[in-house]
């Protein structure tokens, strides 16, 4: 399996250099030359598997640079029980007629990032140790992406992770998961700015080629590959629960900020796995769904990125978008460079509405969006825990009211879960009057001492302290 870079650089790359890089060098992402296609006969066949084996099983298609047998025991070290919490890794529990919540936040952080980023850490750490190398990760984060990275790279050998994330705009307790870890591979660096502050940080330091192979950069945000292969085995593991055979539809609705998780979805439903539709659902940073709506993408400067009640979406600039883009537009990289380098970076927008690619988006691709509010979070919270006992995250409330809006009949609309709800313990305070339950592992956690530099919104600044921990 060989992958290109959207942008059209002519270099052919196998998984495991493109594992280690990041950003392609032309600045594009890394997608597969072709997606494999899924028959029915092998869906059957996958249908009963356990998710490690499920996971080997689709990684496989994708990964041909690493023996079969070493694969196959980095999906058993990395789905097991003792991680996940359930046999099940992901259980699927119905919440209402037709309504499903796949779990996805049982792992070490409480948050759905955990099921790629487990995987990824063991990845970087077997081909590390293969190639005697070491790697410097240079992450952006809003909240989850940071404490997951964090979790799994730990203690790992030959890995270093310097995670950017927006000064005061994560919840405490998301800050208190990251901050008070002491690893001394682990460097926390709190952005004057917005999340997207730190994401342009990242994609400058990794298109400084220079910088980037002197110092060995890597980086887990979703713009690796790996990380959003990863994410694929649970729209499967969700389609097999919600559905007795494989004849049957299902849709999935997925909070969205970056885009990396309902891109993961694209790349399932392009393998050939029966979704009907796709719910982008966003919160008051609506540019996913102005896009959808429109056609036109539009990012937002720091002034008009609204700091809000689901803070993991609080983003503006959509960085896996632009593989979704990649093959909306045909692959054409010609195009797809003028879209994001001229057009974007230039005018900081781009207009598709009178293309007839857009036109038939939601038909050839499935996507369709939504929009949620402070107010609405509240009240599915309310509602969800008041008639189903189910208290929700306020990511995954976003969710629910978005999956609500695109039910069919007969056609099962899972939910992907985010976070559990101890994560944004003041919005569930303020929509219900109590604290959610606390697992006991982070009792006191806000209390620790913590571990974290402040910088300006400034990459040379981010380079100078990566260099200076690094030399």
């Known amino acids: 399996m060989n992958y290109l870079s959207t942008r059209g650089h002519p270099d052919r790359k196998r998984f495991c250099e493109i594992l280690l890089e990041g950003l392609a060098p032309d600045g594009g992402l890394y997608l597969p030359e072709t997606y494999p296609q899924v028959d029915a006969a092998t869906l059957a066949k996958w249908r009963e598997l356990p998710y490690a084996e499920l996971a080997f099983e689709i990684l496989s298609l994708y990964i041909d640079d690493i023996p079969a047998?070493?694969?196959?025991?980095?999906?058993?070290?990395?789905?097991?029980?003792?991680?996940?919490?359930?046999?099940?890794?992901?259980?699927?529990?119905?919440?209402?007629?037709?309504?499903?919540?796949?779990?996805?936040?049982?792992?070490?952080?409480?948050?759905?990032?955990?099921?790629?980023?487990?995987?990824?850490?063991?990845?970087?750490?077997?081909?590390?140790?293969?190639?005697?190398?070491?790697?410097?990760?240079?992450?952006?984060?809003?909240?989850?992406?940071?404490?997951?990275?964090?979790?799994?790279?730990?203690?790992?050998?030959?890995?270093?992770?310097?995670?950017?994330?927006?000064?005061?705009?994560?919840?405490?307790?998301?800050?208190?998961?990251?901050?008070?870890?002491?690893?001394?591979?682990?460097?926390?660096?709190?952005?004057?700015?917005?999340?997207?502050?730190?994401?342009?940080?990242?994609?400058?330091?990794?298109?400084?080629l220079g910088f980037k192979r002197k110092y060995r950069i890597g980086t887990v945000n979703s713009i690796n590959w790996a990380r959003l292969l990863a994410q694929v085995v649970y729209y499967f593991a969700g389609y097999f629960q919600a559905t007795a055979s494989n004849d049957k539809p299902v849709s999935f609705t997925v909070p969205s900020g970056n885009f990396g998780n309902v891109c993961a979805g694209h790349v399932a439903r392009m393998m050939g796995l029966p979704i009907q539709t796709l719910v982008v659902a966003t919160n008051e940073n609506d540019v996913l769904d102005e896009f959808f709506r429109t056609g036109i993408y539009r990012v937002r400067g720091a002034a008009d990125t609204h700091e809000t009640s689901s803070p993991s979406m609080d983003i503006s600039k959509a960085s896996n978008f632009e593989r979704f883009v990649f093959d909306l537009v045909g692959r054409d990289a010609g195009k797809?460079?003028?879209?994001?380098?001229?057009?974007?970076?230039?005018?900081?927008?781009?207009?598709?509405?009178?293309?007839?690619?857009?036109?038939?988006?939601?038909?050839?691709?499935?996507?369709?969006?939504?929009?949620?509010?402070?107010?609405?979070?509240?009240?599915?919270?309310?509602?969800?825990?008041?008639?189903?006992?189910?208290?929700?995250?306020?990511?995954?409330?976003?969710?629910?009211?978005?999956?609500?809006?695109?039910?069919?009949?007969?056609?099962?609309?899972?939910?992907?879960?985010?976070?559990?709800?101890?994560?944004?313990?003041?919005?569930?305070?303020?929509?219900?009057?109590?604290?959610?339950d606390r697992p006991a592992k982070f009792e006191g956690i806000e209390a620790l001492p913590k571990r974290v530099v402040k910088l300006p919104a400034d990459a040379e600044a981010v380079k100078a302290y990566i260099a200076q921990n690094c030399d």
């Open 336 to 436: 797809l460079r003028k879209l994001f380098v001229e057009d974007l970076g230039l005018e900081g927008r781009f207009d598709l509405s009178a293309d007839a690619a857009f036109k038939d988006a939601a038909g050839r691709f499935g996507f369709v969006s939504s929009r949620s509010t402070h107010a609405d979070r509240l009240a599915t919270i309310r509602d969800t825990e008041k008639r189903f006992a189910t208290l929700v995250d306020p990511h995954t409330a976003d969710g629910l009211k978005a999956a609500r809006e695109f039910l069919a009949p007969g056609v099962p609309m899972v939910v992907l879960e985010t976070a559990l709800p101890i994560k944004f313990a003041a919005t569930i305070v303020e929509a219900l009057g109590h604290e959610p």
């Open 69 to 208: 047998a070493d694969l196959k025991a980095i999906c058993a070290k990395t789905y097991t029980a003792e991680v996940f919490g359930t046999d099940e890794i992901v259980p699927l529990r119905e919440l209402e007629d037709g309504v499903y919540i796949e779990a996805l936040s049982n792992g070490p952080t409480l948050a759905f990032k955990d099921m790629a980023m487990q995987l990824l850490g063991n990845l970087f750490e077997y081909e590390l140790a293969r190639r005697g190398a070491e790697l410097n990760i240079l992450g952006a984060t809003s909240g989850d992406t940071g404490s997951a990275a964090e979790y799994a790279m730990r203690g790992k050998k030959g890995v270093r992770v310097f995670m950017t994330s927006p000064d005061g705009r994560m919840s405490p307790f998301q800050q208190a998961q990251m901050f008070s870890l002491q690893d001394e591979n682990i460097h926390n660096i709190a952005i004057t700015g917005v999340f997207d502050d730190c994401q342009d940080i990242v994609k400058a330091v990794s298109n400084d």
